[in-house]
């Protein structure tokens, strides 16, 4: 789900998978193809902000690699780069 400007504040205080990607970076490509079948798999939402339309955020919360996936889940997890389909599921099964 990408999301517009007036969202991204709104996500704050709520429990979310957020992804920091660029159309640019073939590891965001990658990385998309995963999560689009995690969230079939699992039924649960990420949510994808763009770094080129969202710099002054992606700035402001320290964002300096993509791709960049944050788990805010009970604990806040920062995950960048490349990783495969069983290493995000293994985190999202036994980190809840």
């Known amino acids: 789900m990408k999301l517009?400007?007036?969202y991204?504040?709104?996500l704050k205080k709520k429990k979310k998978i957020i992804k920091y990607y660029s159309i640019f970076?073939?590891?965001c490509n990658i990385i998309k193809k995963i999560l689009l079948k995690i969230e079939k798999k699992i039924k649960?939402?990420?949510f994808s902000i763009n770094i080129e339309k969202n710099?002054?955020?992606?700035i402001n919360n320290n964002i300096k690699q993509i791709p960049t996936?944050?788990?805010?889940l009970k604990t806040k997890k920062i995950v960048?780069?490349?990783k495969n389909i069983n290493e995000i599921l293994n985190f999202l099964?036994?980190?809840r």
Request: hydrophobic share 55%; charged share 25%; proline share 0%.
């Open 4 to 6: 517009k400007k007036k």
């Open 8 to 10: 991204i504040i709104l």
């Open 25 to 27: 970076n073939d590891s």
């Open 44 to 46: 649960i939402l990420f």
């Open 55 to 58: 710099l002054f955020y992606c």
């Open 69 to 72: 996936i944050i788990f805010d």
């Open 80 to 82: 960048t780069g490349i």
């Open 93 to 95: 099964l036994f980190k």
